[in-house]
């Protein structure tokens, strides 16, 4: 079925392509344009179709929408009833006469403006008011009704007859809107069925659409598809013979011709081609001859040549190259005169010939071939193609030249320039060549490198001088200027300054050389020496800051030769140290050596002598011109060659007058600090007289009553052993409790250099607390302590502890003294951050004085009528001594709270030695 219905098609088109279009008659051009007109036209066909259907849909969707338009105008009015109503009932029942009568006007105008745009509706198609003429009069009836019912209203509403104005809107204005309802349900149904013919109208049109556009479409592409496919076997069958033709020509077949029919351009090409190709016949055969006479010469000229064809396969090769390789003409043709080409060379010339190949650009190279003897030499490779008219590469033409001698010749000169260059590279010292009457200047790489300027560029004097430092561009041309007038050598620095902002130092040597017709040219070098430079100024810079610091810090340096004792080298700050003037000249050891003081010269000369290979430090004194004693410590330390030689003794010495000063006026200070820690301890102790000897009779009392129990049982007729000894026991224990009391007292009041330990921080505070809670009972205030457990132990002295935490408790107690209420003090220890312990001190006081808590802690303050200001800052001195801290802080709602953290850990052994001193 299919293969019948396609035959007929066939037959149909062939029908059409030689009764309707004569194909043959007309030229391509007139065909095709024929062609595209009854495509276009049966286009324009379909789509005013489409357009048609298209423009009634758009007529029934248009009458929906006037329909839904007077549907709404109708419920407007109806909707304008009703807030008309509500509005009046709502003012009647405010009975607000004023307000009805200003409002029912803009309420009356609103209704009738609705009715107004209703009616004009109800006039427009597609609707049909004679279908019910009612519709029409009750809009009028409601409209004159309407203005004298609220012209009634409101004389009513002013008259003050509110019922009757209630029955008039009962009675009277809501049957208008019963009316209003109604017409605006016989609108409905009427706009309803208008609506479902209009539905009807357009599924019809949908229907007629869905059939009309696929056969129009099916229509216009039958046309399409019977004039394209007759349109092109016109064209294609006569290509498809001079195709034919072609193929036939690119054979060597001269004598086939193409059949030509018609008239059109294609039958003129088709004698074209038959005519060309018998052209071309005649032309071959005149080319072979050519050809053979141009092979003859080629064999007989003393040059390798070739020939390849325009895919790069050679096809000729003359005698003389066949003689050089020892081979035939079949073992080189095609891609076989690879084997000759040396292996390391092979890949690059392969590519260079077959990247010329596919450019068609001459192509220029060398390459090292093998020779009959198995020996390579260097060729010099030409190949340039030949081009027909149109410039279509016919075939490819190369040529070879001996050029080993060159070769090796390059070779050496360019060994020898990479030396050169690769010198100049390392030393960075680049040469360059000036012609002074030509102008002429060459450059070599590294000259390039370093002026930083491309190779492209030609080098001028202008160049030069433009990237020559501004402040030294002057002195740069001057210097040229005479050395190219006086015909002399030149040898000068100069800097440069680079694109980049950077800039160079340059040293620039010239010899001038002069031939036999007096021409100067001058050879020179250009030597980049900004790192030598740059490490000048750092080394000056350095020194400078050297010299700088051991100004400031008083230190000077030497150095001098072993065992001779003599002097090699002092520094500036040296000369000042040990009173000599820096501008005087390098003073003699034995003048140095009278400057010592008298006592010290023994046993500097004692140190100097034993000094051997051993680094040494000493103190001595020195006395200055005008008669000033220093205190000089020097540091030195042998330098030894790598044979194990000694070389010179270097070292430093410091001025640490300042310092042992300073080291004396802190241990009086300390002592001092010492002496007024004392005196508060005691001071404290004297007030705690009370407390104390309370503390200490209640185990005397205890030992008094346990003795007297004792004698008692002793004294029965029968002894009680056991009692007796129980009493004894508590004797025993209260005499030792006793005293520990007294010991502690005692140690308080002892004077004596601070003595670091390991110390129990619970054991300190419980210690005070037992010292102290007679003082506190004495004023009813309770003592409570929050002692973490296991903490570690700090290093520190116990006696200055407890003066710390006797001195916080009895601010404490005295803080609390006069108040009223709970009297409470709580004592806290437990672990802190960075392994330190943190103690506290907390009551219910007065608390910190307002504005000046930040005063406490400064000496001679306080707030104590009897107090001295100085045991919170002796306190804060011995915190620090110990490597903590001291502060104080306000309770809510009322005290204060004094801290202080102590290291668990001891600290540096300079560290330990500082706490100590403190």
Known sequence: MGLHTATRLNRWVKSAEAKTLHAGRLNIGPRLLLGFVFIILSMLAADAIILWQFHVVRTQAGRLNDIDQKLVAVLRVHTSMLALHDRLDELADAEDADRLAMEAGPLRAAVLEDIRRATSALTLPPFNPRRDPTIRSTLNAIQSALAWQLEAITTLA????????????????????????????????????????????????????????????????????????????????????????????????????????????????????????????DLYAALQNSEDRLRLVIDTIPAHAWSARPDGSVDFINQRFLEFTGRSMDDLLGWGWGSFVHPEDLTRYVGEWQAAVATGNPMESEARVRRMDNDYRWLLIRNVPLRDERGNIVNWYGTAIDIEERHRAEDALRRSEAYLAEAQRLSKTGSF??????????????????????????????????????????????????????????????????????????????????????????????????????????????????????????????????????????????????????????????????????????????????????????????????????????????????????????????????????????????????????????????????????????????????????????????????????????????????????????????????????????????????????????????????????????????????????????????????????????????RGENEHLVVSVSDTGVGLPPQRADQIFNAFFTTKPHGTGMGLRISRSIVESHGGRLWAADNSPRGASFCFTLPTEPRHRNDTRRLNAA
Request: hydrophobic share 40%; with cysteine; charged share 30%.
């Open 433 to 830: 060549g000036w012609n002074v009457s030509t102008g002429e200047i060459r450059l070599s790489e590294e000259t390039y490198k370093i002026f930083e300027y491309d190779r492209a560029v030609k080098p001028t004097l202008e160049l030069v001088f433009q990237r020559s430092h501004p402040d030294d561009r002057d002195r740069v041309q001057q210097t040229i200027d005479r050395a190219a007038e006086a015909r002399a050598n030149f040898d000068f620095e100069h800097r440069l300054l680079m694109a980049d902002g950077s800039v160079k130092h340059v040293h620039v040597v010239a010899r001038a050389l002069s031939d036999e017709s007096g021409s100067v040219e001058f050879v020179g070098a250009v030597m980049d020496v900004t790192v030598a430079k740059q490490a000048e100024e750092t080394l000056r810079e350095s020194e400078a800051y050297l010299a700088e610091a051991q100004r400031l810090s008083h230190t000077g340096s030497w150095a001098g030769a072993p065992g001779t004792g003599k002097i090699r080298y002092w520094s500036e700050e040296c000369y000042r140290v040990l009173g000599f003037d820096p501008h005087g000249g390098q003073p003699r050891f034995e003048t140095f050596f009278q400057r010592i003081h008298p006592d010290d010269q023994a046993k500097f000369r004692e140190t100097a002598e034993t000094a051997a290979r051993d680094k040494v430090e000493f103190d001595y004194r020195i006395v200055h011109p005008g008669g000033e004693i220093r205190d000089i410590h020097t540091v030195g330390h042998p330098v030894f060659r790598p044979s194990g030689e000694l070389v010179e003794f270097v070292g430093t010495v410091i001025d640490v007058t300042e310092r042992k000063r300073a080291e004396e006026e802190r241990e009086r200070l300390r002592q001092v600090q010492a002496d007024l820690a004392h005196l508060s301890r005691v001071t404290t102790m004297g007030e705690l007289t009370a407390a104390l000897a309370h503390e200490v009779n209640q185990p005397i009392a205890a030992a008094v009553t346990d003795a007297k129990t004792c004698l008692r049982w002793l004294a029965r007729d029968q002894p009680d052993l056991e009692e007796a000894r129980e009493a004894a026991s508590r004797i025993v224990k209260d005499a030792i409790r006793a005293t520990e009391i007294i010991k502690r007292t005692r140690l308080l009041f002892k004077k004596g250099p601070p003595q670091r330990e390991l110390v129990d921080a619970n054991e300190v505070i419980r210690e005070i607390v037992v010292l102290l809670r007679g003082e506190a009972a004495g004023y009813s205030i309770s003592v409570r302590t929050e002692l973490a457990e296991d903490l570690p132990q700090v290093m520190g002295d116990r006696m200055q502890l407890q003066q710390v935490l006797m001195n916080l408790i009895m601010n404490s107690i005295d803080a609390m003294k006069d108040v009223d209420g709970t009297r409470e003090l709580t004592i806290n220890s437990q």
């Open 158 to 281: 002013t008259s003050g007859d509110w019922r009757a104005v209630h029955l008039r809107l009962a009675n009277q204005v809501r049957p208008l809107e019963s009316l209003t309802s109604a017409l605006v349900e016989k609108v409905d149904h009427e706009a309803g069925e208008q609506q479902a013919q209009t539905v009807l109208n357009i599924r019809r049109v949908q229907r007629l659409f869905f059939v009309a556009v696929p056969l129009t479409a099916v229509f216009t592409l039958l046309i399409a598809a019977t004039l394209g496919l007759a349109i092109i076997r016109s064209i294609t069958q006569p290509l498809a013979r001079l195709v034919e033709g072609s193929k036939a020509l690119a054979r060597g077949e001269f004598q086939h011709q193409v059949s030509v029919t018609g008239k059109d351009e294609l039958a003129h090409l088709g004698q074209v081609f038959n005519d060309t190709a018998r052209r071309l016949g």
